[in-house]
């Protein structure tokens, strides 16, 4: 209440009040009727403008809309009233003042949302892949500034909360930055917190309902969510994630491209099985993937030493170069094998997904593992 209390027109009237007291015939200058709507039109707007900054907790923002203001009124009203003619330039002043101040705060916070966008987009294509954004991720996120207000926030984000003017808005009206988990849509996620470049990305990924499992289950060493050996997630959660992908790239009309590895181990003769080394060799297979997909591509173990990538709003060539570079080993990996008692090989399947019809999950299984050793369209 008190922040409202500054309204720009609650200040207004004492001080022009003050400036009519002061005035005289003398110094009295009439601006003329279009002038003075011109300028009650720009002082209405800057008011709209203050009012929506209280609103969204843009409190940086409301000094120079209210010197710019104020600035106005005093030119103007000094000049009717006959004031002393140093105050029209005092108001002017003021009002150049807050003008450029304003435009100090656009620019302020404008760029370091395009250097950002930039450093993704070349840190996706020396990737290979396409070019990251906001809208490329399949989790819902938003990207604030460094006062919680939301500058960008993707079409999940949107789709969860309802809100299709999220921008400008605190992120305080979803859930609150800090914490690790948070209500979102009437769901609970858990929410990833990173600061770049003085902005603030969050990213929600829905928590898992709680499963009533057998207490075998409960004492499990995996999860629902995770594999435990690689890290990836499940075959599981597979079947949730991919479903949700389709669904989502059939509405938007969106590329989507699977690439299934298999990793074959071939024994010299007369050996015995080593899984603790097949496993081993996976593991850190599994960690090169990681380092060369993007963040927003999402990795999935199916079992039987089987990878599953997905990778959403990707172009089909950017997705065949990936699994074109995730087949040839590097030299590090081929270095570990040379002592192995059995030779490595990583087959791969691919599917391109355009999006224009539909496609359910266990036809994309289907067609990604008949590509296996080519390729499917």
């Known amino acids: 209440m ?48 203050y009012v929506f900054s209280i609103k969204n907790g843009l409190y940086t923002q409301m000094t120079p809309l209210q010197m710019a203001t104020q600035g106005i009124m005093i030119c103007i009203v000094s000049m009717e009233a006959g004031a002393p003619p140093i105050l029209p330039w005092v108001g002017v002043v003021i009002a150049v003042s807050g003008f450029f101040m304003i435009i100090h705060f656009f620019m302020h916070r404008q760029t370091p949302r395009s250097s950002a966008a930039e450093q993704a987009l070349v840190s996706a294509n020396t990737a290979g892949g396409a070019g990251t954004s906001p809208e490329t991720t399949p989790f819902p996120l938003v990207v604030t500034d460094d006062e919680g207000v939301i500058v960008e926030a993707n079409a999940s984000f949107k789709d969860l909360t309802g809100d299709a003017l999220a921008e400008g808005k605190s992120v305080m009206t979803f859930f609150t930055p800090g914490e690790t988990e948070g209500v979102v849509g009437g769901k609970k996620h858990a929410v990833f917190q990173k600061a770049k470049d003085g902005l603030f990305h969050f990213l929600l990924i829905d928590n898992p309902p709680p499963v009533k499992s057998t207490k075998v289950q409960e004492t499990s060493s995996g999860t629902d969510l995770f594999d435990p050996k690689t890290g990836l ?46 496993d081993t060799f996976l593991v850190a297979y599994v960690q090169y993937i990681k380092n060369t997909i993007r963040e927003s591509d999402m990795g999935f173990f199916m079992g039987e030493r089987e990878i599953l990538l997905l990778l959403p ?49 266990d036809q994309f299984i289907q067609k990604l593992y008949s590509s296996l050793g080519g390729s499917t369209e």
Not at 237 to 258: F, P, V
Not at 342 to 352: N, R
Request: net charge positive; hydrophobic share 45%.
């Open 2 to 49: 008190i922040v409202w209390a500054t309204l720009p027109p609650l200040i207004s009237l004492p001080l022009s009040l003050i400036l009519v007291a002061f005035g005289s015939e003398m110094h009295k200058v009439s601006a003329g009727a279009p002038l003075w709507v011109l300028l009650l039109l720009l002082y209405f707007a800057l008011t709209m403008m």
């Open 313 to 361: 709003e990707t172009p089909q060539q950017g997705a065949k170069d990936t699994a074109l570079k995730l087949i040839d080993l590097p030299e590090p990996l081929l270095e570990m094998t040379k002592d192995y008692p059995f030779a490595t090989e990583i087959e791969y399947g691919f599917l391109y997904y355009s999006g224009n019809y539909p496609l359910v999950y």
């Open 233 to 278: 997630y499940s075959r599981k959660y597979a079947q949730l994630r991919i479903k949700e992908e389709l669904s989502r790239a059939n509405r938007y009309r969106r590329w989507l491209c699977g690439i299934l590895l298999k990793v074959n181990c071939a024994y010299l003769p007369g050996l015995g099985k080593q899984p603790t080394l097949e």
